[in-house]
């Protein structure tokens, strides 16, 4: 058996390889453990997350949005976000008020019994099903702020 963070990220790798035909990117460790693959799957950029010491279990998949409402409008940005988080069942959204404000959808997702690694079988149906959930609350979430402006 490898290390957990390097089986993970091979795992991770052939998943997204197998169901979005992408070649993934590392992204820079954020400590030991931790790490993620940044792809792409059509016009969407996705990042997979995942911490092999502390859950290997989980993977969060995100999609980030920009999301430039003017200064006057922060409040309704914030209903706006929280409004999204109440109607879309299994997507979390935050806003980043940085200076280019972004809208950050993310999946978690549970991929075996409590801190065990998943299998292959199972990586690839569980972001097969993640990535089909996110990119239909995307399109929504897109739908709406067209509509809304």
């Known amino acids: 058996m490898l290390i957990p963070y390097e089986e993970l990220r091979i795992l991770y790798a052939h998943a997204i390889n197998t169901v979005a035909w992408e070649e993934?990117?590392?992204v820079p460790r954020s400590g030991p453990y931790r790490g993620g693959l940044?792809?792409?799957k059509g016009r969407r950029e996705f990042t997979l997350s995942f911490d092999a010491a502390a859950a290997p279990e989980i993977m969060n998949l995100q999609v980030v949005l920009?999301?430039?409402l003017d200064?006057?409008?922060?409040g309704r940005s914030h209903k706006l976000v929280s409004r999204f988080n109440a109607e879309i069942r299994?997507?979390?959204f935050f806003l980043v008020d940085a200076p280019t404000p972004l809208l950050v959808c993310s999946i978690e997702a549970i991929l075996a019994s409590h801190r065990?690694?998943?299998?292959?079988?199972?990586v690839d149906a569980v972001l097969r099903n993640a990535m089909g959930r996110m990119e239909d609350a995307v399109e929504q979430v897109e739908r709406e702020l067209r509509v809304g402006r």
């Open 116 to 122: 065990r690694i998943p299998n292959s079988e199972v």
């Open 71 to 74: 200064d006057e409008d922060a």
């Open 66 to 68: 920009p999301f430039a």
């Open 38 to 40: 940044v792809f792409r």
């Open 90 to 92: 299994g997507v979390k």
């Open 24 to 26: 993934a990117q590392v």
